[in-house]
């Protein structure tokens, strides 16, 4: 069974600092990450994905990926309260699978 | 911004009855997925579907489960005979492009077997 595998948390930050969540994967044959967002009692909302290794910019967002390691983290910068929530690393799994992770629940402090 | 849709929000139903979820999945999109999640538990992936049929579907969407496209918008998910374990959240997600694995989800379906 190919797994994906998070820290489960709580992961606590206070506002204004970096967040940094991480992921390692078993399926080497994997090329596609992604993060997710999932707030408490809603659906999965895509964030970030990354398909090359190294690092990945999205406004706030960085997601970083090293293969050989089998690991793709996130990083958050200044974090925000509305960060809050559970982060969920999925990576696929043959052309249309998506494997999750149990998920990283963050609490961001003001 | 375009978004898959998903009715009903909540459904509750007793054991043994056939219950049908439903998804509107983003219109030019070609690729759609049901996945599940137990309250406090990963996201699980039951079945993707394409050009009206299974790509590939998971140990646990067995004979008891169906999906169809009975019309060009909407995408079902049927449970024939409801067991207290089909309890879950079930997300309906959507692609756009062949081998394009950014999947877009609904808000769920929240299915309550009493």
């Known amino acids: 069974q190919k797994e994906v595998e998070q820290n489960s948390g709580p992961l606590s930050v206070p506002e204004g600092a970096i967040a940094s969540l991480n992921c390692t994967y078993s399926?080497?044959?994997?090329?596609?990450f992604f993060w997710y967002r999932q707030y408490s009692g809603k659906s999965p909302e895509l964030i970030m994905f990354?398909?090359?290794?190294g690092d990945k910019e999205d406004g706030r967002f960085t997601a970083q990926l090293n293969k050989a390691s089998q690991y793709v983290s996130l990083l958050i910068r200044d974090s925000q309260p509305s960060d809050s929530a559970t982060y969920l690393c999925?990576?696929?799994?043959?052309?249309?699978?998506?494997?999750f992770g149990q998920g990283t629940r963050l609490t961001i402090n003001p | 911004e375009p978004e898959v849709t998903q009715t009903p929000s909540h459904q509750v139903t007793q054991m043994g009855q056939e219950v049908i979820l439903r998804c509107v999945p983003i219109?030019?999109?070609?690729?759609f997925y049901w996945y599940r999640q137990i309250l406090g538990q990963k996201v699980e992936f039951l079945v993707s579907?394409?050009?009206?049929?299974?790509?590939?579907k998971s140990e646990i969407f067995d004979d008891q489960f169906s999906v169809e496209r009975p019309d060009g918008s909407n995408f079902t998910l049927k449970i024939r005979s409801t067991k207290l374990e089909d309890s879950a959240m079930y997300f309906c997600?959507?692609?756009?492009?062949?081998?394009?694995?950014?999947?877009?989800f609904g808000p769920g379906t929240r299915l309550t077997v009493t």
């Open positions: 997600a959507s692609s756009e492009l062949a081998g394009d694995p950014e999947q877009y």
């Open positions: 579907f394409y050009n009206n049929e299974i790509s590939e």
């Open positions: 399926d080497r044959g994997s090329q596609s």
């Open positions: 990354i398909y090359s290794n």
């Open positions: 219109s030019n999109h070609l690729y």
């Open positions: 999925a990576v696929n799994q043959g052309a249309q699978k998506l494997v």
